[in-house]
């Protein structure tokens, strides 16, 4: 396990660039934590800020779970667990940002991004439910908690592996786990406003 450490914390670094706050200071002068559902990630720039702010959002966080899962093939090239301890780490390192006292986003495009090197298939998968999921019930976190019940199973019946089923779930729970306080962070602040 102590091979994995320094992945693990390229993964956290890479993961923990916040674009969506710096996009929106640069853009906008605020601070995405303090706008709309107080999430640092794509939809809320996107109803916050903007279309443009929110596709620079999306390729950056998308971009960083790519260049983990790269980094942690280039540091350990012949280990296949490598890129998935870095995936897992850099979407970690989104979702609690070192940079931001620990705050950050859902972490769904960051894992995505990572998906599309590791598995293509899953990742295609993971948005088709999300977005389906998202249409049927217009709720944000209902949908990335469905997306986030179907990594374990993608994983495991694309990848043929027992590696990408724990790889999936342990991504699942880091995703869901940010998705499930966000979702009950937004449903207290909006209970407040009634």
Not at 33 to 59: D, H, M, W
Not at 107 to 117: C, Q
Not at 153 to 164: K, P
């Amino acid at each position: 396990m102590r091979q994995y450490l320094p992945i693990a914390a390229v993964g956290y670094l890479l993961g923990s660039i916040p674009f969506a706050y710096v996009i929106t200071r640069l853009w906008s002068g605020r601070d995405i934590r303090r706008l709309g559902s107080r999430n640092v990630g794509t939809t809320n720039v996107l109803l916050q800020v903007g279309r443009l702010p929110a596709v620079l959002t999306a390729l950056g966080d998308g971009g960083k779970g790519l260049l983990a899962v790269l980094a942690g093939r280039w540091m350990m090239s012949q280990d296949s667990v490598a890129p998935l301890v870095a995936l897992v780490f850099a979407v970690v390192g989104h979702n609690w940002s070192i940079w931001l006292q620990f705050e950050g986003g859902g972490g769904l495009a960051t894992s995505i991004g990572g998906l599309v090197d590791i598995s293509l298939a899953a990742a295609v998968c993971t948005l088709t439910l999300w977005g389906l999921t998202y249409l049927v019930t217009g709720h944000k976190y209902v949908s990335s908690v469905g997306a986030c019940a179907i990594l374990p199973v993608a994983m495991g019946v694309l990848e043929g592996t027992w590696v990408h089923v724990w790889f999936g779930f342990a991504l699942g729970l880091t995703l869901a786990v940010k998705q499930v306080v966000a979702w009950y962070r937004w449903a207290g602040s909006s209970a407040q406003q009634a």
